[in-house]
């Protein structure tokens, strides 16, 4: 079974910054990958993508407060938060795909993504 686990998570106040990480398997870890997120009482939405190649896609509104990135050496996948806002207090997911592209509406297409990590809160106060 695939198994993507995530770190980095927790509390930070508003302006601050957190760096998530997400390790997977080498089977996956070359395929397109995501970060996903789930405010309180919300559905869950995609942020970022990142290829295979390396080519990246973000979410509209953290467009310059986030950052994806991997480590192929290290099967990891990198989520870089600056300027932190209460309103991005959320359980962060990672994500990967069975292919090694991303689906050009990957951010709105969680389905689109066959292996989840187990999720870690970011919690962000004012």
């Known amino acids: 079974q695939v198994q993507l686990v995530e770190s980095g998570g927790g509390s930070v106040q508003a302006g601050g910054s957190l760096r998530l990480s997400c390790v997977a398997p080498?089977?996956?870890?070359?395929?397109?990958m995501a970060w996903f997120r789930q405010p309180p009482g919300k559905g869950r939405e995609g942020v970022a993508t990142?290829?295979?190649?390396?080519?990246?896609n973000y979410r509209d509104s953290v467009m310059g407060h986030l950052h994806i990135s991997k480590d192929n050496a290290k099967n990891t996948l990198y989520l870089k938060m600056n300027n932190l806002q209460p309103m991005a207090s959320a359980m962060y997911y990672c994500?990967?795909?069975?292919?090694?592209?991303?689906?050009?509406?990957?951010?709105?297409?969680?389905?689109?993504?066959?292996?989840w990590g187990q999720g870690i809160q970011v919690t962000v106060s004012s």
């Open positions: 994500a990967a795909s069975r292919f090694p592209g991303c689906m050009a509406n990957a951010l709105s297409a969680a389905s689109a993504f066959a292996y």
């Open positions: 080498t089977s996956t870890s070359h395929n397109c």
């Open positions: 990142i290829n295979s190649v390396g080519r990246t």
